[in-house]
């Protein structure tokens, strides 16, 4: 697609986005909740994190392949679970697991896709993961994960931290809706984005595929929005890992710990990883960003499970960082939107190139030739010192 030679960063394919998306739907995916400081936290502290420049080195024959769950991948990047990928572009979800399958990493589907969990299977060779909510009604779940297992998904990625809604608020100013409610100021903005319109028309799916047709009574938008808001449960403790995990019988990665007791808790009940996150800070707001209690989580169950994280990653140089403060691999979901909303399949592979790229050099000025031998002696930071209690 014209245009994605042009995009060196992660930030140009942002730009290359909103030009082309919907407002609302580039909003979803941009926006945090209430202020936005853990939104925007999640960022700016990896600026915080300083490399030690190693001159004088070997710097051929790079690799950045390790594994993430037992996986073989390319680099220590997954695709993360990301809900509406397919109001981005049309068929976005599709469009981004193949790009994944292709760059030889893993991409995750969320619940709250537009494309089905079969959708996706039809579309791509190998086992993907898929993400699961805790949700009210056990009898979904149950054929959801069931779903899944059909389907070959090989790890399921089980969200804690959505027990309850964090506001957003410019999912409220902007209605958002997924179809989205046909106003005269949507219809406005789709004669200005002529390319999305065009694309949507003929895509395979327009509202949430695994829920409607599948959710008891859930047949149109109106019957899904009241099941939505019912589902979420307040109630839900440790032992739902401990179900989900039986019920599936895979791998099960829990996602959503930023405290150390949440992790030794998540590791009790069974979880094969956890993902350092705080949902891209669209739950808690003022939460600490996944780069700044990385660390802790590390140091408390790292020599017990695989510790992931997501949250912030912009750049191949974040993914660096990421993993020398000990992480095994990370997470990537704004990238993968950005990329989706750029240029469909095309953008998401720019994005995974763009952070290759970045990631490859930064490595070689390390004086490193392989991912596997990042570590805290490749960077300097007065806070992560103090942490540390250096």
Not at 10 to 23: G, N, S, W, Y
Not at 336 to 345: D, S, T
Request: aromatic share 6%; net charge positive.
């Amino acid at each position: 697609m014209s245009g994605l030679g042009s995009a060196l960063t992660i930030d140009d394919l942002k730009t290359q986005a909103r030009r082309r998306v919907p407002r609302m739907f580039f909003d979803y995916a941009d926006s945090g909740s209430w202020t936005q400081s853990t939104y925007l936290a999640n960022e700016v502290e990896f600026a915080a994190i300083k490399f030690r420049q190693k001159v004088a080195v070997n710097m051929e024959n790079r690799s950045l392949a390790t594994t993430m769950l037992g996986q073989p991948v390319s680099m220590p990047i997954a695709i993360a679970p990301a809900a509406i990928g397919g109001l981005q572009i049309a068929d976005g979800e599709i469009l981004a697991a193949r790009a994944a399958e292709k760059f030889g990493v893993p991409f995750t589907l969320s619940t709250m896709s537009i494309c089905s969990i079969e959708d996706v299977a039809e579309a791509v060779a190998r086992p993907f993961w898929f993400q699961v909510y805790t949700l009210r009604d056990k009898s979904f779940m149950e054929r959801l994960i069931d779903r899944a297992k059909a389907a070959k998904c090989s790890a399921l990625v089980l969200t804690m931290d959505l027990q309850i809604l964090g506001q957003r608020h410019a999912d409220i100013r902007n209605n958002m809706k997924a179809p989205p409610k046909i106003t005269p100021g949507f219809v406005a903005e789709l004669m200005s984005k002529p390319g999305w319109a065009i694309g949507m028309l003929g895509a395979k799916r327009k509202t949430f595929a695994n829920l409607v047709g599948h959710a008891t009574n859930v047949s149109d938008l109106s019957s899904l929005s009241t099941w939505i808001a019912e589902q979420f449960d307040p109630r839900v403790t440790w032992d739902e890992v401990r179900w989900v995990k039986k019920r599936f019988g895979g791998p099960v990665i829990v996602k959503g710990i930023l405290d150390v007791d949440d992790a030794h808790s998540a590791v009790a009940a069974g979880a094969d990883a956890v993902i350092v996150s705080n949902h891209g800070g669209r739950q808690l707001d003022g939460a600490p960003s996944s780069i700044r209690v990385l660390p802790e989580i590390v140091d408390a169950v790292g020599h017990k499970t695989e510790v992931l994280m997501d949250g912030g990653i912009r750049s191949g140089q974040d993914v660096l960082k990421a993993i020398a403060l000990g992480a095994k691999g990370t997470f990537i979901g704004r990238p993968m939107l950005y990329g989706l909303g750029a240029g469909g399949e095309a953008g998401v592979t720019r994005a995974l190139y763009i952070l290759r790229k970045e990631a490859d050099i930064t490595m070689a000025l390390l004086g490193e030739r392989d991912v596997l031998n990042i570590g805290p002696h490749n960077i300097y930071s007065n806070d992560l010192q103090r942490r540390q209690g250096h």
